[in-house]
């Protein structure tokens, strides 16, 4: 059976030079999929906000959301370290609401870690998550909770200050205690500078090739959905959704035009209970199927 990495483990995968490959994953199916091929880290974003549930942000989603989604990823994957995202206003609360709200979705979700969006701001509620025993990935960069404070999804670190500002805080999360920073829409020079200034792996998501590993969403990934957007940084490797839009178009077809179901999807009696049947039949006056 699969074991989950452990925290040495995966700081020694970036000492060696191998790379971290993470997935995101909302329920059984697709957490059971990503631990059989081999996914290192499965993440259950609050991305499950606009890829799942329908919102417009990240904004709407809700620790018992995060709770129940966390739950089911762990059923599917029991061997592959499972990291939730705290949703929006579930910290920077204080140390000890942060820490109450992190101890649940260890203990009711079934994670192994949590992540948060955010830099040295963050450096006592981590120290204080850390020190309880809860580990903490980072994320630094295009953070989506606040997404209307940055003025949308757009690229960080283009400026000066931004990228100067994005390595400080890369130093204070390390320094905080976390085992690893995501990296979100960040230029590649800074997040490959990032990388070789700490000593946690960084797990890139539109931040080039400099990074210890990358994440991304299953669903982009797949192209499974409608609408999807093409995005620069997503490699699609499958176009899954075309495939069931496809499939679910010839089922309705098929109803339509009675083509399903046929005799071999039904049932049939045997033969005491068939002349059983026919005696009903003609007593009734109906015709059996």
Do not use: W
Not at 74 to 85: F, K, P, S
Not at 108 to 123: F, T
Not at 183 to 207: D, K, Y
């Amino acid at each position: 059976m699969k074991q989950a990495l452990t925290l040495p483990k995966i700081k020694a995968m970036k000492q060696a030079g191998h790379k971290i490959a993470m997935l995101t994953a909302y329920d059984y199916p697709s957490a059971k999929l990503a631990e059989e091929a081999g996914v290192d880290m499965i993440l259950v974003g609050d991305s499950l906000g606009n890829v799942v549930l329908g919102y417009d942000t990240t904004v709407p989603v809700t620790l018992e959301d995060m709770i129940y989604h966390t739950r089911a990823v762990a059923r599917g994957a029991t061997g592959t370290m499972i990291v939730t995202d705290m949703p929006f206003a579930t910290y920077r609360l204080g140390a000890s609401e942060t820490l109450r709200n992190a101890a649940r979705l260890m203990r009711e979700g079934g994670a192994h870690a949590v992540k948060m969006e955010g830099g040295a701001d963050l450096a006592e509620e981590i120290n204080r998550l850390t020190a309880a025993g809860i580990p903490v990935v980072g994320h630094l960069g295009l953070t989506p909770q606040s997404v209307h404070q940055i003025g949308g999804y757009r690229v960080q670190g283009k400026q000066q200050e931004e990228a100067e500002k994005l390595l400080a805080d890369a130093k204070a999360l390390e320094q905080a205690g976390v085992f690893a920073i995501v990296l979100e829409l960040v230029t590649e020079p800074i997040a490959a500078a990032i990388t070789q200034s700490v000593s946690v792996p960084t797990i890139g998501i539109g931040a080039g090739r400099g990074c210890d590993g990358q994440v991304l969403v299953y669903h982009d990934l797949l192209r499974y959905g409608s609408g999807i957007r093409d995005k620069r940084f997503v490699k699609t490797y499958a176009d899954i959704g075309s495939v069931i839009r496809q499939a679910i178009s010839d089922y309705v077809g098929d109803v339509k035009s009675a083509a399903f179901p046929e005799e071999k999807h039904g049932f049939q009696l045997d033969e005491a209970a068939a002349k059983t049947m026919e005696s009903i039949t003609r007593l009734y006056g109906v015709e059996a199927p």
